[in-house]
């Protein structure tokens, strides 16, 4: 039978697991009050759906429609002027979900804060450019690897794919190794979609060998002129080291070292 | 009008035939001055830059897709090829990253070793900035002395780890290697040589230079506000008078405990950046003869101890049965850190390196994000570039200081 792969998400897995192991968490802490995240989370009010401390940084849970106010709020009344970054995760296999989170600095405090917000499979999500310029770059990331759609972006566009790329990169369902699209991505575009048959897929495949090629192969200890055929096998040739000759140009003799200086 | 076929496809941003007396020209990807691989489509009045786009991507290896499928330990030697002219800097905000989220600390002598790597490797990126940005702008001699100096440098590192530009010189919790015997002279001489020829050399050379100073002084001015709201971090931060280094203000390994400055220029131009840039390396000679000290004051354990997630010492892998079973799991199943997310940011010489992790309790990270300060400069290109002059424009990209290798990652 063939192994089965789940397609939802084509990642590597652990081979094997305990089928008793249970992954700890890393710990939740409450905001406690009267400290600069409580000011924080009191500022949101209500559009903070859920607020906890992980590891030394506050994480926002909001409302994926009120990511523009709540920047807004975070911006201008509790100092926070830079987003750091701002990117995806891919849950669309366990919850048809994406999340969405956006890191952010607050320089006079020395405080970091990330905004969490969950998204469907298909939804679009408002661009915070207005509020903070790095976002330009980094939602036309989120949206080249993810391909999610962000509204009122001033220029969406995929940034480090090809234009005319198919599929998106981080998604949980893309391979590794790129799917058939990426394979034949150059052949399609200079050469037409019929040389597929002409050029093979083996030659599509980077890390093939062709064991009698010697055109672009090598053997140590059996080189063989270029081009040469080796369908019947050949000759070995006794592997020549060079003696390593150390001279010490700093002085007039040249005088030879025994170790590297 | 474009006649597009299969060799020559349609350029959708170039526009040859133009009503308006613009020029669109292509700068890169494969320009000198570059950077690496950074496509500029730059729109031209006359010599003013009126549009600019900065097309990226040209050396894309997909690194946040394979640290999904690669395990904690086997992703950092990719963290090289990130900044890879400064890999300690990558390799040491992964392996922070991972160990905030196993909750582990490095042991004293890793943490002076690690703090005198990344010093040292901030030494070698600055050099190199030095370097290419006065090779850029046309100052030939500045590039043979610096690059001079950051061989010694690499010298160093090569003595330590093996490797002279991709180090990995820098394990999740702690260092591989104790420091080999003499190596603390030869850094300590290495920092005078240094600090002379800073003062001798390229200060002599470029500081006070008419045309040096021509050609950077109000070029590529960033004020506070633009600098913040497009993500700069670092010297592209400092140079526009934000005081703002992590080493400073959320301190990590033994920079809490170092006595040094951070160098902060309000001019907001290429000249204060270069300035700032100069005077970090001072500092960071300053740091590293703190560290000289401290080295010998500390016991001889490099790596922490965790046996659920590092493997323990050679000596008790050969000698105990235990050490053996679980140094066999971390290496044929890898580490499994706890389900959580974690945000670690580290002051990298380009600027805020930080790897976001998503674990969901496997062996391979759900997913890594790396913030690299490049890509954010980069973003600023689009909108700086603009109303500058096209002699410029290498200066501009010249002081951003931006690698390809983790603006594309």
Redesign the interface.
Known sequence: MRKYTPKDNVQKKAYYTDRFWVAPRVPREKVEAGSHFAAVVDALGKLAKESYIEIGQLVVHIDPTQNVEVMRILKESCGYTQCSEQSAVDYLAQDGEFELFYQLLNITEAKRVRVHCRIKEGESIESITPLFKSANFAEREMFDMFGIYVNNHPFLKRIIMPDDWEGHPLLKTYPLQGDEFASWYEVDKIFGKEYRDVIGPENRDPSRIDRYDTKRFSRVGYEVPFGADISEGEKENPIEYSETILVDYTKDSGQQLDERR | MQQPN??T?FF?NLNFERDDNTMVINFGPQHPSAHGQLRLVLELDGEQVVKAYPD??YL?R?I???A???TYNEFLPTTDRLDYIASTSNNYAYALAVE??L?IEAPRRAQVIRTMLLELNRIISHLFFIATHALDVGAMSVFLYAFREREYAMDLMEDYCGARLTHSAVRIGGVPLDLPAGWTEKLASFCSKVEYELEHTYNALLQENRIWKMRLENVGVISAE?A????C?GPMLRGSG?N?DIRK??PYELYGELDFDIPVSDRCDSYGRYRLYMEEMTQSIRILRQLIPMYSKTEPQLMAHAPQYISAPKEEIMTQNYALMQHFVLVT??M?P??????V?TESPKG?L?F?I?S?????A??L?C?APS??H??LLQ?ILVGTYIADVVTIIGTTNIVFGEV??
Do not use: A
């Open positions: 299969k060799l496809p959708e990226i991507g894309h997909g946040e897709k394979m999904e499928n690669m905030k989220l909750g633009d913040l709201s497009w993500g971090t934000v703002w203000e959320e199943q890898g499994r706890p389900k959580g997310e974690v945000y940011p805020e930080g976001y998503k969901e309790g496997e062996p391979y759900y997913r994000k913030r890509f954010f980069t973003g909108e594309d990652r």
